[in-house]
């Protein structure tokens, strides 16, 4: 059987798919990539499906070794690629030799990477999805030293085509429309603020630091379900977006909805980054 070993997974590392889209009412968040553009067009390099499974790995660090030769391709956050300590390349579908070492390095711009291998990743389905869901910790464990995971058949090296990674804007800006408690804040602040990435945030949520959004109304609000991307407000005012591992319900008010073309940037804010949400 084909393999690939982790001999250090960096600062955290997670094999992850497109999730389990329509279990909600059941208690099963979505979880997924949080950059689905970067992980599909990683497939995509190295002729997989591109639903396939890939590593989504936060900050670099990874180190992977295989027994057999492998065609893996790194998108996403523009960090640099070595093969036993030889520049590779990034964006493109690189050939790695048997017994050989991939490494991720820190990177310049953005924040999480991903990393397909041709043949795609074969650990076990739990709920249909291959996906590690952090908050509920359904699907496999974050990668770990020592780990194997296991491959399916190879394609070979396919693909010879380089992408630039996206570089971050100054001010990123969201674009949201109303949610469902529209009328609970007062929305003069958040839209006309710029707001700091906190260093909490997490594939649970985009947490934001800056101007206190104002509740207009402060009775008791029955917890409801939540969607991805929605901008939840606790009681410290401080919005919060609702990435993929988010809670299925909440009892805070959500007055606005990040549209989904623009959460895969969330993916790849660090902390300290600017951000504006934008009311359409």
Sequence with gaps: MRQVRVLDPGVLTTVQDDGRPGLAHLGVPRSGWLDPRAARLANRLVGN????????????GLVLTCG???TVAVTGAACPV??????????????????SRLRLGTPASGLRAYVAVGGGLRVPEVLG???TDTLSGIGPAPL????????GPSYGVVGGVEVWPD?????????????PRLDW???RGLVDATYEVAPDSDRVGLRLRGTAVERVRTDELPSEGMVLGSV????????VVFLRDHPVTGGYPVPCVVEPEDLARCAQLRPGDSVRLVLR
Aim: proline share 9%.
């Design 68 to 70: 057999s030769a492998l």
């Design 144 to 151: 770990a030293e020592g780990d194997l995971l296991a491959l």
């Design 82 to 99: 070595t093969v036993d300590g030889s520049g590779a390349g990034f964006g493109c579908a690189v050939s790695v030799p048997a017994g």
């Design 129 to 131: 999805s291959r996906s």
């Design 49 to 60: 499906d591109e639903a396939e499974a890939v590593l989504e790995n936060l900050f670099g």
């Design 232 to 239: 939840q407000v606790p009681p410290d005012g401080q919005p």
């Design 167 to 179: 570089v971050p804007d100054e001010v990123t800006v969201l674009r949201c429309r109303p949610g």
């Design 185 to 187: 804040c007062d929305l």
